[in-house]
């Protein structure tokens, strides 16, 4: 009997654990593994979580939630985990390199595994989530929304992003991830050349995340849509949310293809199928275009959120307003459409044609105009601005310096001649993570040392925030400008040893810049430790620590779990500045009515259980557990459908008393200028101040 038809134990064996493997072979390659680190790292967690009694309050606070806060702060956590994995794993990318020249300590099959599983986790699971993370908690805050529009797919949508990342967490301890990059171009990731569990772990992760993202997609567009809160049109919507409609559009209209294409490869692999062979009728170059038809709206979904983040920082931290308003928003929505039209500048070199290539390649050049308008935007607002040069605003200036270079090495690239040279090599690798460090990571590290005060009740450290913040940028350059001179020395990417000695030095520095990034992670760490010990002193409870200018400042931090005991009227934009500025701000309401709010429910962690076993059950062909699976998701939406108290009511008196509890604290904390909120007698409330432009 075929492993593929062996019921019991599918293609799983002894030798599928990598632990056997170092037994059996101890070489350096087969002993740097992270398994040993999952292990003892899912044991640790095992322990504290009972040593301290936390199961019941995880259970009924977290896992069993629909509210949008809690929801996005679990995808916070999910990317930062993932993201502590993919910096490892870079690391030992770049060591190899360093001591890549004639050899190295790394088997080829070892650092393919290495690259897939890097850009894998870093798009998939730590950008995405973040971005999902961050939209989850501000946006429905921002439009004064009570939750998001289908609270219960959206713990759905966290559920099957959480079952994905368990399943390439679980690559590590069984079988081994695909080494066909995180692109997985087939007829490489085919059976014949990769019959092993690797690609498998690879479609089904996608295929499971993509479902989940999609669904979010949906949440948030139908969310800003339907939600926004009385007098709020589009035009009076924080740049924020602007980026996360676009970024929604975004993502409902590219995740499909991509798990479309996840899905033909299955079929290409379970079942004979000859999608993307390269015989019996297949076309790989199909696969490719289905992918790039996601891949690279997928980097401007990434982006466009970060835009968001920083125009809400940089006017925050410059007090004034954001510069040219409309000209952001209409340059967030040109970005929206153009990026679905550049997907083919990924294969000038293919064959197409030169007057295909020549058409994608001016696609390609025009975003750079909408960018360069907001980046001009963000340079005005900042222009004779009261800048504090908090942590958010070191990132953001970080941002600006690194992602215009960043931008200008796109621009060369989208010259097909120029690609012709370089696409194969180090300096395409140095563009992208020029794009996606300071354009996509050094913005979400910016929304979460924003937000972090609003979300837990205190403010961050600042002097760790600031040395994080410094180590990511000058970690960065080290890491990756040097790319960009072996790129053009020819250094081929993806090459796990080389025999040039001039590349050597290059790698080294790049090597040393790793390092950097790594004491980086280390400080987020040493700066979230000191902050939970001082969190009484830094605490923010008024819930305005920053003054600043969005609805999600207006009210207390940590939000109640219905968001606003009185859902606001909004005039202008800028609604909280400018009720601030006529004494609107901190009234009592007329009256006060319940509120009905989603219960809580197990149904997505359910379904998170459910489909983790399935795509297990598949990838090893354990056919029982696959059909187990199935069946319990399929009784698990019956038994939803037969729920008929699906809300709760939370009294009016109760949202009373919370709200003069808030008041009351308001009223008590001392009002601080701008210069004092880094001081710590901010408790949350800003000085009272006319914002510029507004009369």
């Not at 490892?88 to 360093?98: E, P, S």
């Not at 076309?283 to 979904?301: D, K, R, S, T």
């Not at 701000?585 to 197990?602: H, K, M, R, S, V």
Request: charge should be neutral; hydrophobic fraction near 55%.
């Amino acid at each position: 009997m075929t492993d593929q038809w062996n019921w019991t134990t599918g293609r799983l064996r002894l030798d599928s654990f990598p632990f056997v493997h170092g037994w059996q072979n101890p070489t350096v390659s087969e002993l740097i593994g992270a398994a040993s680190v999952v292990l003892i790292g899912g044991a640790v967690t095992m322990i504290l979580l009972t040593w301290f009694r936390l199961w019941v309050p995880l259970w009924r606070n977290w896992l069993t939630s629909v509210d949008h806060k809690r929801i996005g702060i679990m995808y916070v956590v999910l990317a930062f985990v993932m993201l502590l994995r993919g910096v490892l794993k870079g690391v030992v990318m770049r060591t190899q390199q360093a001591a890549g020249l004639g050899g190295g300590f790394l088997t080829p099959e070892h650092f393919g595994e290495l690259f897939s599983t890097h850009g894998t986790i870093m798009i998939f699971f730590v950008a995405m989530p973040f971005v999902a993370g961050l939209i989850n908690f501000v946006m429905p805050l921002q439009i004064g929304a009570r939750d998001v529009s289908f609270p219960v797919m959206n713990q759905i949508s966290l559920g099957m992003t959480a079952a994905a990342a368990a399943l390439v967490m679980i690559s590590l301890v069984v079988g081994q991830f695909s080494t066909g990059g995180w692109t997985s171009y087939p007829p490489y990731t085919g059976m014949d050349f990769q019959p092993g569990p690797g690609p498998d772990y690879w479609i089904w992760t996608i295929v499971i995340a993509g479902v989940g993202s999609t669904l979010s997609g949906i949440n948030f567009a139908v969310t800003i849509y339907k939600e926004r809160a009385p007098g709020m049109h589009f035009f009076r919507m924080p740049l924020f949310t602007w980026s996360a409609l676009c970024a929604a559009i975004i993502l409902i209209f590219a995740m499909p293809p991509l798990t479309v294409a996840a899905l033909m490869l299955a079929a290409d692999r379970y079942l004979d199928f000859h999608f993307f062979t390269n015989d019996l009728g297949g076309n790989m170059m199909n696969y490719i275009n289905m992918f790039w038809l996601f891949g690279h709206p997928e980097v401007y979904l990434l982006v466009l959120l970060a835009y968001g983040v920083f125009s809400e920082v940089i006017a925050t931290f410059s007090g004034k307003r954001l510069f040219g308003y409309p000209s952001l928003v209409w340059a967030t929505m040109v970005i929206s459409v153009l990026s679905f039209t550049v997907w083919l500048h990924h294969f000038f070199t293919m064959g197409q044609g030169a007057n295909v290539n020549i058409a994608f390649g001016i696609a390609t050049m025009l975003i750079a105009v909408p960018t360069g308008v907001k980046v001009y935007d963000w340079m005005a607002t900042m222009f004779r601005g009261r800048i504090r040069m908090t942590t958010p605003m070191v990132y953001s200036v970080g941002f600006l310096i690194l992602f215009v270079i960043g931008g200008l090495t796109g621009v060369i690239l989208a010259n097909p001649s120029i690609d012709y040279q370089v696409h194969n090599s180090l300096f395409l690798v140095a563009h992208f993570h020029n794009v996606l460090i300071p354009g996509v990571l050094f913005g979400m590290l910016a929304g979460y040392h924003y937000w972090f005060p609003k979300a837990f009740g205190f403010r961050l450290d600042e002097t760790w925030g600031k040395i994080a913040a410094c180590l990511w940028i000058v970690g960065f350059s080290l890491t990756f400008i040097p790319l960009y001179v072996v790129g053009l020395m020819g250094m081929p990417r993806r090459t796990v040893a080389y025999t040039a000695p001039a590349f050597e030095p290059y790698m080294l520095v790049a090597v040393v810049g790793a390092a950097v990034i790594l004491a980086a992670v280390g400080a987020l760490a040493a700066q979230l430790l000191v902050s939970i010990r001082d969190r009484r002193a830094n605490a923010v409870f008024a819930g305005d620590p920053w003054n600043g200018r969005t609805l999600d400042w207006f009210n207390p931090c940590p939000p109640p779990e219905y968001n606003f005991a009185v859902v606001p009227e909004v005039t202008q934009r800028d609604a909280f500045a400018v009720a601030k500025a006529y004494g609107d701000a901190y009234q009592d309401p007329p009256e006060f009515e319940d509120i009905e709010l989603p219960a809580n429910t197990g149904y997505g962690f359910v379904l998170c259980v459910a489909a983790g076993a399935l795509g297990f059950g598949l990838i090893f062909y354990l056919w029982w557990l696959a059909i187990l699976s199935l069946l319990v998701i399929v009784g698990a939406m019956i038994a939803r459908s037969f729920v008929v108290e699906t809300e709760r009511t939370i009294l009016a008196a109760e949202v009373a008393a919370d709200y003069q509890r808030w008041l009351d604290a308001v009223r008590a904390a001392q009002p601080i200028d701008r210069t004092q909120e880094q001081g710590s007698n901010n408790r949350g409330h800003a000085l009272r101040e006319l914002p510029e432009g507004v009369v």
